[in-house]
């Protein structure tokens, strides 16, 4: 018998003792009683709030603050109506203070 043989067989048998104490592992009853969780300390996942238009047109009546947040997230990536109107609306409601240093365009008035 030569000693790749004699290597092989031996790891053969250590893998193979390994792979059965996992089985056994993954069967062998547990006796651990179950933790109990406080129902007030858990932490619980809120609705989404899906918008009420899916269109980038001005919206028909103003917008409230959960809108007008929801409606900058949504439309961050472009510029349109609904966008300038949500800044309109935290602008007024002081949520979002424009930064008088830099040139903005006059946010609701188009170019």
Same mark, same amino acid.
């Given at each position: ?15 193979g003792g ?20 406080? *129902? !007030? #300390? $858990? ?10 238009? @899916? ?36 602008? *007024? !409601? #002081? $949520? ?10 006059? @946010?609701?008035?188009p170019w």
């Open positions: 018998m030569g000693a790749w043989q004699v290597v092989h067989s031996v790891l053969a048998v250590i893998g390994a792979f059965a104490m996992v089985g056994v592992a993954c069967v062998w009853p547990v006796d651990r009683p179950r933790r109990h969780r406080p *129902a !007030a #300390g $858990r932490c619980r996942l809120l609705p989404i709030e899906w918008p009420k238009a @899916w269109t980038c047109g001005p919206p028909d009546p103003p917008f409230t603050l959960t809108d007008a947040h929801l409606a900058m997230q949504l439309h961050r990536d472009h510029d349109c109506a609904r966008k300038h109107a949500a800044f309109d609306a935290l602008v *007024a !409601a #002081g $949520r979002i203070h424009p930064d008088s240093a830099r040139r903005h365009r006059l @946010w609701g008035k």
